[in-house]
Structure formats: structure tokens, C-alpha cells
């Protein structure tokens, strides 16, 4: 475990490790000003986007009120290396990870209370991992939630194409056009294709990428060498594209896993194409919670924790006081 390198105060925790968790060498970074803070588990996107290294820049700012906690899931980032076995890939084995963590982090830190916050991807994540501890979360956001409906991708299509012909962009035209619209036809790479046009369009963030942006953050963070970019990073990242398959978003939509146990938030920026606001707003309306809302940040993309940092902690501080 190595410190980072803030200065400390007496409840002040900062720290970068790799527990085995369930077999598992995993990465955890454990950051805020007060182990006495309600914890913030944050479920990062991709699939294999870890965020461990762009975390001070994305999510310092939440250090006053939460002790929050980035884990790179097993296989991603940190988390990365030949043990893993593709096959684990799955969402029971995700959520039994997540609460692996937890536990560590509670052992390690003393910390009591827990909060949970997952992003893109990471929400098709968190249902299993509310499911598995009902009792554990005091209250989940979700952030740009991921497309569980077909009518979603349509929709991202649409705009990336419309786009990519407003502005004459002839390759961007050429490759959507020849994987057609959704269904993609089989072996047209036609999600990868999708999603690489929608984000450089600006779908994600508008005026630039959401892969610059996480470039950016990540040169200005210390927690992965180069080594751990180019070898662990990097090939996480193809490992769960190239391993993940569709029972991520199939269980997501599943009637059981909308039954979810704790107060939740929808957070959702009306200018995100990854993920459409119209997609996001009937996953809401879907869902069911002790209490739930649904949070509209305009003009905002697929980062709005970090397109407005600061406009996004008061809207988590204020929804999960």
C-alpha cells in the first residue's frame, strides 16, 4: 500500500493498493479528508475503463464530503494480469468483487457508512451488487446509465450519422453507412464502429472525446506508471472488450434486477449521445426504488462529473444527504 502525496490530517486517508480479492490481485484507491465520511464506491465504465488513474482529477473534488473509493474491476487497470479467467467476466462475480472491497476497505480503514455511484457500464454492474447486499448501500446514483432497450442504439446511430454527414466527415459516413443501422449485420464490428464515431463526433463531450479527456487525466495522475498504462491498462481494456458478452445489459433489463433495494438517482447529461438522454429517462421510469429521482444536467455529455465537476458534487451532495 503506498500513500499519495497530499498532506495529512489525523482522519486522513490516501491510499493506492492491490488486496486479492476472491483470488484476484485488484486495484483500489482509497481517498478522502475523513475516514468519519460516508464511503462513495465508484463502479467505473468501459467495459474495462478503469478509472483509478484519472481519479484526482475527476473526482477530487469529493474529498471533503465522501472518502471515496475507485477500484479497478478484476481484469481492467489494476486489475489486470493473466490470472484472471475470461469466463469471470460475469456480473455475479463483478458484485461478489464489489463487496470484496468493501469489506477490505472497512477492515483496513474503519470506515461505516456506504454509498454507491456507477457509470455507464458500471450501472448494468450495480443492480447485482445491490441485489447481493440489500443492506449494505444507503443509496445508489447512477450515472449516464447504459442502454438496456434496442430502441436505444437506434438512436445513437442515428445522431452520430446525421452528425457525421452535417459536417462532411466522408470515413465517419462510409463506415456507418456500410455497417447499416441496428441489428448490425454479424461481423461488421458495427458497436465498436457506433460507439468509436459517436464519441469522436462529440457525442460524449462535446467538442472533444471522452479518450482525450481520460488521456489528459491520466498523464496528469501518478497512480499508474507507464508500465501499468502500456501493460496493464491498454490490454485491460481489450481484454473485456474482446471477453465481455450481452448478460450484462440482458440482466440489467430483467424484471428483478428494476426491483432495486436502496434510494436512487438517475444523473443524466441531455447532450450524451453514448448514452441517450431518452434511453436513460425510461430506465427511470422503469425502475423501481424506495424513493427515486431523476437528475437533468443541460447541455452536459456522457462526463458530466467531468465536463462540471463542482456543478456535479452539489448535485451528489444534495441528493444523497
Not at 491520466?218 to 501499468?228: H, N, V
Request: hydrophobic fraction near 40%.
Amino acid at each position: 500500500m503506498r500513500e499519495s502525496d497530499r498532506g495529512a490530517l489525523p482522519e486522513d486517508v490516501a491510499a493506492l493498493a492491490r488486496p486479492v480479492i476472491n483470488g484476484i490481485p485488484q486495484g483500489v484507491l482509497v481517498r478522502g479528508r475523513s475516514v468519519k465520511n460516508p464511503a462513495l464506491l465508484i463502479l467505473h465504465g468501459g467495459p474495462g475503463g478503469a478509472y483509478i488513474g484519472c481519479a484526482r482529477s475527476w473526482f477530487g473534488c469529493w474529498e471533503d464530503q465522501w472518502v471515496v473509493l475507485n477500484w479497478d474491476m478484476r481484469g481492467a487497470g489494476l486489475s489486470y494480469s493473466r490470472m484472471v479467467d475470461p469466463s469471470s467476466l460475469e456480473p455475479a462475480q463483478i458484485a461478489r468483487d464489489a463487496l470484496g472491497v468493501v469489506e477490505w476497505s472497512r477492515q483496513q480503514f474503519g470506515l461505516g457508512r456506504f454509498y454507491l455511484l456507477a457509470h455507464s457500464f458500471g450501472t448494468l454492474v450495480a443492480p447485482h451488487v445491490l441485489h447481493a447486499a440489500p443492506n449494505l448501500f444507503e443509496g445508489y446514483v447512477a450515472v449516464a446509465p447504459a442502454p438496456i432497450d434496442a430502441e436505444a442504439e437506434g438512436e445513437s446511430y442515428q445522431w452520430t450519422l446525421a452528425r457525421a454527414r452535417e459536417r462532411g466527415n466522408r470515413r465517419a459516413i462510409g463506415e456507418l453507412e456500410r455497417i447499416g443501422s441496428p441489428p448490425y449485420r454479424s461481423s461488421s464490428g458495427g458497436l465498436d464502429v457506433r460507439a468509436r464515431w459517436t464519441d469522436a463526433l462529440g457525442g460524449a463531450i462535446e467538442g472533444t472525446d471522452g479518450s482525450r479527456v481520460a488521456f489528459r487525466a491520466l498523464r496528469a495522475g501518478t497512480e499508474y506508471t507507464w508500465g501499468d498504462l502500456l501493460l496493464r491498462f491498454l490490454p485491460g481494456v481489450r481484454f473485456w472488450m474482446r471477453n465481455v458478452d450481452e448478460s450484462f445489459s440482458r440482466d440489467a433489463a430483467s424484471e428483478r434486477l428494476l426491483e432495486l433495494p436502496v434510494p436512487t438517482t438517475v444523473v443524466q447529461g441531455t447532450a450524451d449521445w453514448m448514452a441517450p438522454a431518452a434511453a436513460s429517462r425510461r430506465y427511470f421510469e422503469r425502475i423501481r426504488a424506495p424513493r427515486k429521482s431523476f437528475v437533468e444536467l443541460a447541455n452536459l455529455g456522457h462526463y458530466p462529473f467531468v465536463e462540471e465537476p463542482n456543478r456535479f458534487a452539489r448535485v451528489l451532495t444534495s441528493e444523497l444527504a
